[in-house]
């Protein structure tokens, strides 16, 4: 079974920076792609970024240019570093992975989520 772990996330000043961590845990057998999705109170959850097995990435257009996903080379481990924050990216970020736990079974799994406070 596929566990992800987050880490990082707080409260920040408008303008200020973060970064968000998940390492993701459990015998598998090929991993498709991880990402951070977000859900701010009375909203939809939605795509923040993610990154693939061949390396693209995928950002939202609020996003783009204040984010960077990146992983390490096995993408157990998948970092968001958010800039230039505003008080509308405040939300819960979730992690999110999906692949394969055997040959032919798919997963789709998400972590406890962690929270993102922009206000000053």
């Known amino acids: 079974q596929v566990q992800l772990v987050e880490s990082g996330g707080g409260l920040v000043q408008p303008g200020g920076s973060l970064s968000v961590s998940c390492t993701r845990s459990?015998?598998?057998?090929?991993?498709?792609?991880m990402g951070w999705y977000r859900q701010a109170p009375g909203k939809q959850r939605e795509l923040v970024a993610q990154?693939?097995?061949?390396?693209?990435?995928n950002y939202a257009d609020s996003v783009k240019g204040r984010f960077t996903i990146s992983r390490d080379n096995g993408m157990n481990t998948v970092y968001l570093q958010m800039n230039s924050l505003k008080p509308e990216d405040t939300a819960v970020y979730y992690c999110n992975a999906v692949g394969y736990s055997d040959y032919k079974t798919p997963f789709d799994s998400w972590g406890q989520g962690t929270q993102v406070t922009v206000s000053s």
């Open positions: 990154t693939n097995s061949g390396g693209g990435t």
């Open positions: 459990g015998i598998i057998f090929r991993i498709i792609a």
